[in-house]
């Protein structure tokens, strides 16, 4: 199954932006959904944004719609998650996954640290 390395995570200022990028080994539709999700500490990891691999339909939760954009490059086997208007309850470790069913995210990378400072 598909192994991912998160990276871009790091210090950014209120109102700033950040581009985190997911690299996927191996290819990426064998899966059927890539995320993001992020947690802080004591709390559960939350979904954030999607993307569907079959036609690149992408889905958001309310809290970043509009300030976050979930991409893919399938040449690359990457997936992106561009945050812009960072506030600092965007604070977290954002996590790269992938629902190879569809149902529920099940392979997921390692994390990486986005600090918003104030």
């Known amino acids: 199954q598909p192994q991912f390395v998160e990276s871009g995570g790091g210090l950014v200022q209120t109102g700033g932006s950040l581009r985190l990028s997911c690299a996927v080994s191996g290819s990426f539709f064998s899966v059927k959904l890539l995320g993001w999700f992020r947690q802080t500490p004591g709390k559960q990891r939350e979904y954030k944004a999607s993307?569907?691999?079959?036609?690149?339909?992408?889905y958001y939760t309310d809290s970043v719609k509009g300030r976050f954009i979930i991409s893919k490059d399938d040449a690359k086997n990457m997936v992106f998650l561009e945050m812009n208007s960072l506030k600092p309850e965007d604070a977290a470790v954002y996590y790269c996954a992938a629902s190879s069913q569809g149902i529920r995210y099940d392979i997921w990378g390692q994390g990486t640290q986005v600090t918003v400072s104030s």
């Open positions: 993307v569907r691999t079959r036609d690149g339909t992408t």
